[in-house]
């Protein structure tokens, strides 16, 4: 599992709240992402980091924001969660070296917001 | 919009006989992925072709890239009940540096019946 952990594992809550979800890699990656996953729409880039404090927008990332601190901890935080954000959110890394590389997932967040 | 589209959406058969998904995807890339996603679990990586490649061979899966065409296939042979699964095509299309991403397509749901 590359050393992927993302809590909390499942959430429920209400519209208008704020969310964050952490993802915590225990390997030193470069490179973390975080996608949502949604029937019909496959997964879908919200944002990704680069490094410390270095980030960027994916395609879905309007309702989002991102923080990276540290090398081993991406957050994800919904400012104002609404219904449309209910998903599975994966946190992913690559192990970027010599060559580009595969991606490798956590094992996802359920979040229901009602 | 999203790079990849996988074809077909969803795909029955018997165990024994051999699956073909394909892969259909916008722009130039670096290279191609294919995952594998158990229900209610994160996405793994099987295979990766990159650009300059045609054919590619792990076991009992084989991926072919068509550039001209871009496309890409699949294909599991002899498959098995345990070969149940989500499988998605990536794309990797960044300028390199700090824009390192993969790009998912929808999916093909594969069932492979005993």
């Known amino acids: 599992d590359a050393g992927i952990t993302q809590s909390p594992r499942h959430k429920v809550t209400e519209t208008g709240t704020p969310v964050t979800l952490r993802c915590h890699q225990t390997?030193?990656?470069?490179?973390m992402y975080w996608y949502r996953q949604d029937p019909g729409h496959g997964l879908r880039l919200i944002h990704y980091?680069?490094?410390?404090?270095?980030?960027d927008k994916g395609e879905v990332s309007d309702g989002y924001s991102v923080s990276r601190s540290k090398t081993e901890d991406f957050l994800l935080t919904l400012e104002s969660a609404t219904s449309s954000q209910t998903s599975v959110y994966f946190c992913?890394?690559?192990?970027?070296?010599?060559?580009?590389?595969?991606?490798?997932f956590g094992q996802g967040t359920r979040l229901t917001v009602v | 919009s999203q790079q990849g589209e996988e074809d077909p959406q969803a795909l029955s058969i018997q165990e024994g006989e051999n699956a073909t998904m394909n892969c259909s995807y916008k722009?130039?890339?670096?290279?191609l992925q294919w995952y594998r996603q158990n229900s209610g679990r994160g996405l793994v990586h099987l295979i990766l072709?990159?650009?300059?490649?045609r054919e590619k061979h792990s076991g009992r899966l084989r991926v072919t890239l068509d550039t001209s065409k871009k496309s890409s296939s699949l294909l599991i042979t002899a498959s098995r009940a345990a070969d149940t699964a989500s499988y998605f095509c990536?794309?990797?299309?960044?300028?390199?540096?700090?824009?390192?991403?993969?790009?998912f397509g929808k999916g093909t749901l594969l069932t492979v019946n005993p």
């Open positions: 992913a890394i690559n192990r970027r070296g010599q060559g580009r590389t595969e991606a490798f």
């Open positions: 390997e030193n990656h470069r490179y």
């Open positions: 980091s680069y490094g410390v404090k270095d980030t």
């Open positions: 722009t130039s890339i670096n290279n």
């Open positions: 072709i990159r650009s300059n490649e």
């Open positions: 990536a794309t990797d299309a960044g300028s390199g540096g700090s824009n390192y991403k993969l790009t």
